[in-house]
Nanobody, 124 residues
């Protein structure tokens, strides 16, 4: 059974940094899937944030976070990370990690597996 568990959210001030983690469980799962992060702000729909290839060599970002956020993964630890720097109030959202078969599918339709989400709140 596949399970994704996010952690690392919290309340910070504008300009601060946070690192989110997503730990995956499930036999022979993690290294076979593309991983990504999405977010949902209050009153808004789900928004793609970033994705990373199986090897971690290729990364992709939404324009809104390019240059501020960094996605990475450690396949030995079955964990994907999202380093968020220079946070803005508009980054306030519940952040979800997701796993999908390809970056195209992940970015366009979402993940095959989802975590429960972690709240990030950025005050001005």
């Amino acid at each position: 059974q596949v399970q994704l568990v996010e952690s690392g959210g919290g309340l910070v001030q504008a300009g601060d940094s946070l690192r989110l983690s997503c730990a995956a469980s499930g036999r022979n799962f993690f290294s076979n899937y593309v991983m990504g992060w999405f977010r949902r702000a209050p009153g808004k729909g789900r928004e793609y944030v970033a994705a990373i290839s199986r090897s971690g060599f290729n990364t992709y970002y939404a324009d809104s976070v390019e240059g501020r956020f960094t996605i990475s993964r450690d396949n030995a630890k079955n964990t994907v990370y999202l380093q968020m720097n220079s946070l803005k109030p508009e980054d306030t959202a519940v952040y979800y990690c997701a796993a999908g078969p390809s970056t195209i599918v992940l970015r366009s339709t979402g993940g095959e597996y989802w975590g429960q989400g972690t709240q990030v709140t950025v005050s001005s």
